[in-house]
């Protein structure tokens, strides 16, 4: 056991592609068994982040490490949830079948071994998110909320150390973002995972976030929410005025760190 | 009722049969993943394309097959490397097939008196399979059966989710190109029974019914199969005691099964509503 339980340390990166660059220079640590949310406009690169972890895109500079070892593509310790997963409706699969290839879809050929362990996983994984009501059901056909329990089941079935989610909350409305995020602190917690996840509106999430990672105009940031998302801490670290405002029901929302003011989905 | 067995009484009949039956044990299993990938309009075009490489082949006095695998090979890796999410990829293949369909008028009024040749490739030419025939047909469908066992997995996780696939190592763009590759030798190949034109009737809508039925993949590849299977065979009979030709029958069969299948669904969701509330009482 390494003594600096961090799942993911970033010295020194730069993103972009090509000779565009998207940040740059940043150094973070990630403790494993921790939740960060990740926030920021769009188009600041939060997604590119992911990718690098994911070993989709090199690094364009610097040092990364992924739960103690440089990324790779394929890696069995990470779950992933993309962005904007919401299903064709005629597309014709269970969930069941789905969250199955979560387990072996990367694999040559048809199943033919381990039949029952699979099954025995996927059953587990279903339960775990309490999707078990639809899970037989074709997953076009299924609500956003009902989906995304099952992206949730598929990603976590092959039982990841570091659970990746790009935006799973944009499709939701208030009720299931808040049911869907409780769920993940829930099983995060249980099984020590690390959880990253991409968030439009930090809202839903703050109850439950050990941290944030801000990315903004090409800097990254990283903090304690009630650190970070203040209208001083924001402003010293992007070198503008940013203000972050609060209203009666304790919601906050951070404008000038793009051109438009940010809407939540509220 | 007229004779059956004089069905299998006829050589052309019998290898009509053999042919057909590889053909729709191919064709229904490539078509779920056809329906799944939304590549059904590649499908379509790849036979199109096709076209101007087999009447480019009898111009040339080469099997007109050859021409015909040649270039549906060629475009299904084109199509296949254009990747599945590109914006505006059918219009690409649109433009792409056009051409080619122009190609093959040109072709074909090269090599004058041979227009039965350009008519067996558009509508099919079933009856006129031989030996030889049946025994490339058998070679081609095993492979690309094999194939498909081959991919399935990953296939089939890079068809439903191909962000998640991509990121659990799964070669998405390899799959995508390996996959149009295999459509292409289907394609081919179902090309003698049903022609260039008709393609859609064996290789997407048998598929197209299936996935109505159920949303397990193995099942739905089974019944897309067991579709493709009963179009032919039904088909070929009913041409048999007919003056009519094979094609019009393998695809009036498979559209009157499809527009029924659509026609029934609302009465089959209010009965599964009514047995849902039943158990839930």
Known sequence: ???????????????????????????????????????????????????????????????????????????????????????????????????????????????????????????????????????????????????????????????????????????????????????????????????LLIAHDVNPLLPHIDQVLYIAQGKLAMGRPVDIITSEALSEIYSASVEVLKDRLGRVFVVGLEEEVSHPHA | MPDLTQLFHYDFMVHAFEAGTIVAIVAGAIGYFVVLRGSAFAAHALSHIGFAGATGAVVLALNPIIGLLAFTIGAGVAIGALGNRLRGRDVTIGIVLAWALGLGVLFISLYRGYATEAYALLFGQILGINTGDVVATLVAGILTLVALVAVYRPLLFSSVDEDVASARGVPVTGLSIGFMAILAVAVTEAVQVVGVLLIFALIVTPAAIAIRFSSRPPVAILLGIALALAFTWLGLAIAFYSPHPVSFFITTLAFATYVAVRLAEPIRERLRRRSAAATAV
């Open chain 1, 1 to 195: 056991m390494k003594e600096s339980a961090a799942a993911i340390v970033a010295r020194g990166v730069a993103a972009g592609y090509g000779s565009r660059s998207i940040w740059a220079d940043a150094t973070f640590s990630i403790p494993a068994g921790s939740f960060t949310a990740i926030l920021g406009p769009n188009g600041a690169g939060k997604s590119t982040l992911i990718r690098l972890i994911l070993g989709q895109i090199p690094a364009v500079a610097g040092q990364l490490e992924v739960l103690g070892e440089p990324p790779r593509r394929g890696n069995p310790k990470i779950g992933y949830i993309p962005q904007a997963s919401i299903f064709d409706p005629e597309l014709s699969i269970r969930g069941r079948d789905f969250v199955g290839l979560g387990i072996d879809g990367h694999r040559w050929g048809v199943r033919l071994a381990d039949r029952e362990q699979v099954s025995a996983a996927v059953d587990a994984s279903i339960a775990a998110v309490g999707a078990g009501d639809y899970a037989d059901r074709q997953l076009g056909r299924l609500s956003g909320g009902e989906q995304q329990r099952l992206l949730l089941a598929q990603a976590l079935v092959g039982q990841p150390t570091l659970l990746l989610m790009d935006e799973p909350l944009s499709h939701l409305d208030v009720r299931n973002q808040a049911t869907i995020v409780q769920l993940i602190s829930q099983i995060a917690r249980r099984r020590r995972l690390t959880v």
